[in-house]
C-alpha cells in the first residue's frame, strides 16, 4: 500500500471526504486527489503533516500502513 492509499483508506472509513480536508488544511481537493491516487508520487513531510491532522490519524500510522 502507497501513502496515498493509506490517507485515503483512512479518509473513507472515517467518512471525510476530499472537501472537508480541503476545508481544514487548505489543501486543495485536487491535489489530495493527485497524493491519494498516486499521480504524484513524493508530497511534502509538511503536507503529509497536515493531511494526517485533517483525518484526525498520527502520520506514523499511515507509514505503518505502507509496511508490508
Same mark, same amino acid.
Not at 1 to 7: F, N, P, S
Not at 13 to 21: A, D, S
Given at each position: 500500500? =502507497? &501513502? +496515498?492509499?493509506? &490517507?485515503k483508506s483512512v479518509r473513507q /472509513? @472515517? +467518512? &471525510? =471526504? /476530499?472537501?472537508? &480536508?480541503e476545508q481544514k488544511t487548505g489543501i486543495k481537493k485536487e491535489y489530495l486527489s493527485r497524493i491519494e491516487?498516486?499521480?504524484l508520487k513524493n508530497p511534502t513531510h509538511a =503536507? #503529509?503533516? @497536515?493531511i494526517a491532522k485533517g483525518i484526525n490519524t498520527e502520520l506514523s500510522a #499511515?507509514? @505503518?500502513m505502507t509496511e508490508g
Open positions: 500500500m =502507497t &501513502i +496515498g492509499e493509506a &490517507i /472509513q @472515517k +467518512g &471525510i =471526504t /476530499q472537501k472537508v &480536508i491516487n498516486n499521480r =503536507t #503529509l503533516c @497536515k #499511515l507509514f @505503518k
